[in-house]
């Protein structure tokens, strides 16, 4: 399988329509001891309670490329400056919550130099730290995260896409 391209309704929230479109980059990052970034994400706010882990990434910006965008979250949340090694396909998801849908694709990146941490978003301080893991470690951690509404919307995202990882990397 090359790629992944797939849909998610978002049956945790109430559907009261959707007001506006995003374009997302995320990023399997791969070190040179072959772990991966994850963020643990921690905090409160209109979602509920959040204690749980995702890829590294964010919202393309206006006139910015899906693999500029990608790039530049990476250097920003975790800090490294990367390469991107594969694309590995999009999907398109609902927080009914925010009345927002989004369009995220995913690549698998490699660290090239380290550089600072500069969290720039509001979202980004709900990252507690970051966890370099192993892939086998990837793949059993969405399964055991937190049982809360986002939670389960962002392992039904992440999962197909980090099993894809594990198969490559193996």
């Known amino acids: 399988m090359d790629t992944l391209n797939f849909f998610l309704h978002d049956n945790e929230f109430p ?3 959707y007001t506006h479109k995003r374009q997302v980059a995320r990023a399997f990052v791969i070190n040179e001891e072959n772990e991966i970034a994850i963020l643990h994400i921690k905090g409160d706010d209109m979602f509920g309670h959040r ?3 995702e890829t590294s990434g964010g919202g393309v910006d206006a006139g910015e490329t899906k693999e500029e965008a990608v790039l530049r979250e990476l250097d920003e949340e975790i800090g490294f400056q990367c390469e991107i090694i594969k694309y590995l396909g999009c999907v398109y998801d609902e927080y009914n919550l925010i009345n927002r849908q989004n369009e995220n694709h995913y690549f698998l990146c490699k660290t090239i130099n380290k ?3 500069h969290h720039v978003s509001e979202g980004d301080s709900l990252i507690s730290e970051i ?4 892939p086998l470690e990837l ?3 969405y399964p055991k995260m937190q049982d809360t509404p986002i939670a389960r919307l962002v392992a039904k995202r992440e999962y197909p896409f980090a ?3 594990f198969d490559i990397l193996k």
């Open 15 to 17: 559907n009261n329509g």
């Open 51 to 53: 204690d749980y882990y």
């Open 115 to 117: 550089t600072h941490i």
């Open 131 to 134: 966890c370099w893991i192993k």
């Open 139 to 141: 793949l059993n951690l």
């Open 163 to 165: 099993k894809l990882v």
